[in-house]
């Protein structure tokens, strides 16, 4: 995952939750306002929970996926280690090469700098090169991108779950402002003297 498949993600699921919050809203509208028929209103009402609830749910298992990936990649168990008698049967050349490849795969994703054997047959500290440590950065940014995205999805799930229902308030509340007004009148108008009531 790159950053930008976690920024496509964002803004794919942040217009599907302001799609369910523009459902909610038309839906409530048109039922309060008698626009057209109710069941359409009430369609749209139930399109908007479903669309949020979906999106919720995918979201969620995007980021359980997401935290597992990371706690994968953090799993040091599966890094193989050098010992000193370790590939005694290869070639010398082979045995050098696929030593420092170990122990490179063993900074790499522990951090840790490890052994490998030398072209001479020695168990020796594995020497560092500039590839190995930009392979070091780019593993452990990585990991922290997953984490951070794990923790994005959740926020994206909360947060479309709740639009619909914050939509829901706005329409409730227009509606009631609009009953008020009309029962208290035009604000700013001053009631005529000259009318008497008989």
Known sequence: MVWTDLVTAIVGYVAMGCAAGIMMLTGVLRSRLSMG???VGIAYCAGSVVI?????????TMAVIQRDAAAMLRDDRSVQYVSPDWGQGLAPEMRTEISSMVARQQYVVTGVLGNHIDMSGRFRLYELTDED?????????RVRLVERSAVVSVILA????????????IGVYKRAGSLSRAMIGTPGRVPR????VP
Request: aromatic share 10%; glycine share 2%; hydrophobic share 70%.
């Open 37 to 39: 028929a109710s069941w």
């Open 52 to 60: 949020s609830f979906v999106s919720a749910a995918l979201l969620v």
């Open 133 to 141: 440590q930009r392979a070091r950065i780019a593993f452990v940014a």
């Open 158 to 169: 909360l947060g479309v779950l709740l639009m619909p229902w914050v939509a829901l308030v």
């Open 193 to 196: 003297s000259d009318v008497h």
